[in-house]
């Protein structure tokens, strides 16, 4: 069963068709970004600098080496954002043009590339930097696409979301960097910022995508964000965890999540780590997906905690962790019309989204105006919902760069899941301490 997750993820590459050579002899000796100096920033010197302001750019080589897809010129931007905790950062976003017939579009492709270290980064892998064996060939299926999106015409931009310190699952710094991703395309391309813009996204570009579309009215409200199209979407990780807790192919997400929430939110997670949690956080602190899921079949997350720890959601830190990163927490709503796609294999979601919850998200939104289209793949795990999902996101998206009215599926859309924030025990006051009063 460990490896049902990378298998499912050959298939994805497969399927797409895609003439990509098994054995890539050219892939170039490319210095990974926390060796690279073109990466660096001096946080301090930021503080003032405006928020997607381009920081350093140069050009670069975008595909798959040694394949006959083609290599595309492209270009990496260096440009100031933000952190999870509001600090500022920079990361990079690699840049394509379009090679193709000119589309009026600005694509903010978002990566799957779920990982905690940067040898996933896109950047690094757009480029043939090499992310070991079990990540081969997602990176080498978001190449192709990459190139593919820029010979339909759109100018593509692909942000390495998750900072230079890899906050996977971060949502906030997910969405700001997206955004600010965005401004610095355009600024270095020379688009006015009424520039039709769409993002996509599918399992961690989703979470990208997902808040970026609902921090955008108060973070960026210039940029004209004509649509998104999200697939694959953890909506309430509460949920999630209970979905994968034990699962075979899923449960290397659990120590992987742990890690990267104490990184981007400041948690000491070996305060409440056990013995065995603790070494399983070492063995994913610097993975990305491909290499941890399927490792640690029927890993449930009691078993990386101490006992007192079992009821995980009641850890103040955690459940306060939870509860922020709710999509569609944030106060008002998105402004452009939305596609949402998840699957449905057993009932309850796909493996590790959670239909309900999706169903959820988009009725809040409905309610709320914003025209939602959300389409169920019956049947569909995780990696074979994602095969779907994307050429329907893509006919979605050539339909609002095309001005096409937003078409919506509200109507029929069930409540789903309440998505209403874990309860928060107080903290205990200890009486027979000394009382200091009010507090």
Not at 36 to 44: I, S
Not at 152 to 166: H, I, K, M, N, R
Not at 345 to 372: F, I, N, R, S
Request: glycine fraction near 12%.
């Amino acid at each position: 069963m460990t490896r049902v997750v990378r298998r499912s993820l050959v298939v994805l590459a497969t399927a797409l068709a895609l003439a990509v050579p098994t054995a890539a002899p050219s892939r170039a000796a490319i210095p990974l970004p926390h060796q690279d100096p073109f990466y660096g920033y001096d946080a301090a010197a930021l503080q003032g600098v405006p928020r997607g302001t381009v920081l350093r750019t140069r050009p670069v080589t975008v595909g798959i080496p040694g394949s006959n897809t083609g290599l595309v010129p492209g270009t990496q931007l260096l440009y100031r954002t933000q952190d999870e905790q509001g600090r500022p950062t920079a990361t990079v976003t690699t840049v394509v043009n379009p090679s193709g017939p000119l589309n009026t579009g600005l694509v903010a492709y978002l990566s799957f590339y779920d990982a905690l270290g940067d040898i996933c980064s896109p950047s690094y892998t757009l480029r043939g930097g090499d992310p070991g064996r079990d990540n081969q060939q997602l990176a080498d299926t978001e190449a192709a696409l990459v190139t593919s999106l820029a010979a339909q015409g759109y100018a593509v931009t692909v942000p390495d979301f998750e900072g230079s310190a890899l906050h996977w699952v971060a949502g906030h710094e997910s969405g700001w960097n997206t955004l600010d991703g965005i401004r610095a395309t355009e600024s270095f391309l020379g688009m006015s910022s009424s520039q039709k813009v769409g993002l996509l996204g599918y399992s961690g570009g989703s979470i990208a995508g997902e808040w970026a579309s609902e921090l955008a009215p108060s973070y960026s409200p210039e940029l004209n964000i004509v649509g998104t199209a999200i697939g694959g979407i953890p909506v309430h990780l509460a949920h999630n965890l209970s979905y994968v807790n034990g699962s075979d192919a899923w449960s290397g997400v659990i120590p992987a999540v742990l890690v990267s929430l104490g990184r981007a939110f400041g948690i000491k997670v070996n305060k409440f780590a056990s013995k065995y949690g603790k070494q399983v956080m070492a063995e994913v602190q610097d993975q990305c997906i491909g290499s941890f899921n399927g490792n640690y079949p029927g890993l449930r997350v009691q078993q990386l905690v101490k006992k007192k720890y079992h009821a995980f959601l009641k850890i103040r830190p955690f459940a306060k962790t939870v509860n922020k990163l709710i999509m569609g927490s944030t106060p008002g709503h998105p402004l452009m019309p939305m596609f949402m796609g998840v699957g449905d294999a057993d009932g309850t979601g796909d493996h590790v989204m959670v239909v309900k919850d999706v169903q959820g998200l988009a009725h809040e939104y409905c309610g709320e105006g914003v025209p939602v289209q959300l389409k169920v793949y019956q049947g569909a795990e995780h990696t074979q919902a994602g095969l779907q999902f994307i050429p329907d996101a893509l006919s979605y998206l050539a339909g609002q760069f095309a001005g096409v009215s937003a078409t919506s599926n509200c109507a029929d859309i069930p409540v789903g899941n309440s998505l209403a924030p874990l309860k928060i025990r107080k903290k205990h006051k200890h009486h027979h301490t000394h009382h200091h009063g009010h507090h």
